[in-house]
């Protein structure tokens, strides 16, 4: 998910996060360029030592960060109403109980928090839910288990948040697994 358009999507979204952000998946830190000064502290989730790592050289100095080494569904060492805004970009297609982790999520989140999603996940057009439903299996088995026919607003309404804002559209690529969700969720 490194590439010149999910760069973008990334520098118009990852800055509207302040105070204290919670990065579900931060991987190799591929948002963390983009925080501003209005941030903080991340608390970046991944199990992953060794994306960590590469996260930690990202970072250098310029963002207060800790990594919590587990899965996003497992429950966060952090008290409940505790995080300001919540980070999740391209990485629900693969947490295995996304609604376990999305109860996490919604459970950390201060009342007047925002979650901040870029994912990709269930196309809106029959042709392509079909390819996508075809193709998960065995995507699953190759790319780290990641789905592609996740309804990602219902599987984030159905956790109890609001979206306020949602945009949906294909970025470049094969459509089955370039549909994408980007938005902006609070607690209902």
Known sequence: MRNKETARLRAAWIPQARGDVLEIGIGSGLNLPFYSSQVNRVFGVDPSLELQQMAKKRAGTQVDLEFL????????????????????????????????????MRRVLKEDGQLIFIEHGRSHESRVMAWQDRLTPAWRIIAGGCHLNRKVDDLISAAGFSITKLNTFYIAGPRPMTYTYQGLAQLA
């Open 69 to 104: 080494s587990q899965s996003a569904e497992q429950a966060l060492p952090l008290p409940d109403a505790s995080i300001d805004s919540i980070i999740m970009t391209w990485t629900l297609c693969s947490i295995p109980k996304p609604d376990e982790a999305l109860h996490q």
